[in-house]
DNA sequence: CGTTAATTTGAAAATTTTCAACGTGCGTGG
DNA sequence: CCACGCACGTTGAAAATTTTCAAATTAACG
């Protein structure tokens, strides 16, 4: 359904990379020995970095899951199927994030994910983590950690009207990359407007017109992916 | 108002309870010790169990997270509160679900579980599974199994029509008690319309316009709380 | 430059919300 | 016991939003 083929627009890069410090891996990395100082800032010495190009998948649903992946630069999209075959967009991944917890539990991929940008990937195997666990003792305590935050339910973005459906995607956005330190009040959304239509659970030509809309209001700066934040509040006009 | 359930010959008492080995919770209530064979079944010993009434809460947002729960009997809704203060029904639990996994990594709950029927959880502290942890060498690993199963992202509710969604919700709870071996073509919501109508992001009305239509369309039998599913499928009419 | 995909725009059709009213069961106070 | 009020659900009709279908416009790419 959705073209692999992705214009890259010119406009804005995709965001990070941010410092490991900024990462939910963080403290796993740490403790299996994967990050180095390098003066006052921490950064990955060991890891295994993978690099996609827009459209490019990090993992595919059903695929055997031998490692987790945290974001470092990029945006990307997790994908899965319905039962009926459709395609659904389950949500976007920024820098800081980290994909593919469930293949501890699983041992294969749930869904797809797609790079919407340029990506930067730390890589960590699976494998890996089970060696070093037995070497390190607070390993096992940081992994339920990690797991156990991936499992508090995050507010649905698919509610109320679409105004405030599109709204609550730009803030969130712009929350969680203000979060890792990165520039919240102007960014690349990384979606198109018929992914973005899809995770809004609306069609794209109302996706476009409520963009065009804000735009026309001044909550917002629209030029094709990028995004500038003006006055734009959850309750604007509702 | 204790006495919320009608006496009707369709109503349908709460699901459950289950047996122990149909519950997420089962292996690590097995390293737990917390699970004794009786006869050819397994049934819980020594955990701790909890009743609660009809809209009693089993915990709230922001409480310490000191165990977590399995649903023995009944169903709960998980309730939050969006930044803008309105409340807001994440999901509904149902026997076999486990229940506060959050409070590992967060210390606290992150949302309100509240009982929708009479509701029988158990109850397994977290002190308890720690200790236990030192002992038993493969309750970490079922632990982080547990755990990055929740992690699994669940496909959303509130995609498409009025109709789609309050069908996928039917559906899918009765998915969901036919996985715990109860009864699936005939069970009870246990939400109120207006709490289907948060859930599927609707009106009321619109719920309760919705449902007489798949009654008067022969899909399903509605009486009050209770659904009798007959031709109910995903794309009927959508 | 010409071609193609992505996006925007317009207008009618369909769905959903809103507002208002009605019905039912149930507990309560008279 | 019965009338009353209340919570909950249902129904109707107009208003608002969203979708659909069609076409125009813009942007990227060779």
Not at 103 to 108: I, K, S
Not at 141 to 164: C, D, F, I, K, M
Request: glycine share 10%; hydrophobic share 40%.
């Amino acid at each position: 359904m959705s073209t692999q083929q992705r214009r890259q627009p010119t406009e804005n890069g995709p965001p990070g990379p941010i410092a490991c410090r900024s990462c939910d891996l963080n403290e796993v990395c740490r403790l299996c020995g994967l990050i180095a100082l390098d003066g006052a800032r921490t950064r990955v010495s060991t890891g295994t970095l993978r690099t996609l190009e827009a459209g490019a998948s990090l993992f595919r649903a059903g695929a055997p899951g031998t490692a987790i992946y945290a974001v470092r630069q990029g945006m990307l999209k997790s994908v899965r199927l319905t039962a009926e075959g459709e395609e659904r967009v389950l949500g976007i991944h920024t820098p800081g994030d980290v994909l593919g917890l469930e293949a501890f539990g699983l041992r294969t991929y749930a869904y797809d994910v797609v790079a919407l940008q340029p990506v930067v990937c730390c890589e960590l195997r699976l494998t890996t983590l089970v060696e070093e666990s037995t070497r390190v003792r607070e390993l096992g305590a940081a992994l339920v950690q990690l797991l156990s935050r991936a499992t508090e339910p995050r507010l649905n973005l698919a509610h109320g009207s679409v105004r405030q459906r599109v709204t609550a995607f730009l803030l969130e956005l712009a929350q969680r990359l203000e979060r890792r330190g990165l520039d919240c009040r102007r960014f690349t959304m990384g979606l198109s407007r018929q992914e973005l239509a899809d995770l809004v659970d609306t069609r794209i030509e109302t996706v476009s017109r409520m963009m065009q809309r804000l735009n026309r209001e001044g909550a917002i700066k629209v030029a094709g992916n990028s995004v500038k934040l003006l006055t734009l509040a959850p309750e604007s006009g509702g």
